[in-house]
């Protein structure tokens, strides 16, 4: 239990047992905003296809994201969809669309470069591990789920955001060709 996080705790509480119960209607209202025309328009944009729609699950599992990403040569990767934030009861989760660079990259420092002339250039992209050689450096733009409770069509304000950040990563795919090897 140790291992998986549950060493603290090996009881159910009233919380988790209403994450289970409604998983797969919000599962498949994440899918409904990633999937289609956002899916359709990330391949489109990136030039490859993504990957199994089955790993969001294994991100959910390992990294506490439900994505889908594309993985280039260069070990440089594009994602798109939710950061959990489940480690802070504070943090809503998170709607991303991210690039980010291994440590194992062969143009890792190349790529470093141009992660910090984007951050330059766009101020709606944030960046982070870009100063440290030995971690993964990463730009994305997000939004907090809580950003959209407001709106009347969540589903809807979701896409438009993916849109409007898909379109931003058309233009800086087209002007720094390095990123995609």
């Known amino acids: 239990m140790k291992q998986n996080n549950l060493a603290m705790n090996n009881q159910y509480n009233p919380i988790d047992i209403l994450t289970m119960m409604n998983f797969t209607k919000v599962s498949k209202i994440m899918d409904e905003t990633i999937f289609g025309e956002i899916s359709d328009m990330f391949e489109k944009i990136i030039g490859k296809k993504r990957t199994q729609d089955s790993t969001r699950l294994t991100q959910l599992y390992n990294h506490d994201r439900y994505v889908y990403y594309v993985v280039f040569d260069n070990k440089l990767h594009i994602l798109l969809g939710y950061w959990m934030n489940s480690d802070s009861e504070k943090d809503y989760p998170e709607v991303v669309v991210e690039i980010e660079i291994s440590p194992a990259?062969?143009?890792?420092?190349?790529?470093?470069?141009?992660?910090?002339?984007?951050?330059?250039?766009?101020?709606?992209?944030?960046?982070?591990?870009?100063?440290?050689?030995?971690?993964?450096?990463?730009?994305?733009?997000?939004k907090s789920l809580q950003g959209?409770?407001?709106?009347?069509?969540?589903?809807?304000?979701?896409?438009?955001?993916?849109?409007?950040?898909?379109?931003?990563?058309?233009?800086?795919?087209?002007?720094?060709?390095?990123?995609?090897?």
């Open 105 to 142: 990259s062969e143009v890792n420092s190349t790529i470093r470069d141009t992660f910090n002339e984007i951050l330059d250039k766009y101020d709606s992209w944030e960046g982070y591990g870009l100063n440290d050689p030995k971690k993964w450096a990463t730009i994305y733009r997000k």
């Open 148 to 181: 959209f409770l407001s709106e009347e069509d969540h589903v809807g304000s979701i896409k438009a955001f993916y849109k409007e950040v898909l379109s931003e990563l058309e233009t800086i795919l087209s002007e720094y060709p390095v990123l995609k090897g």
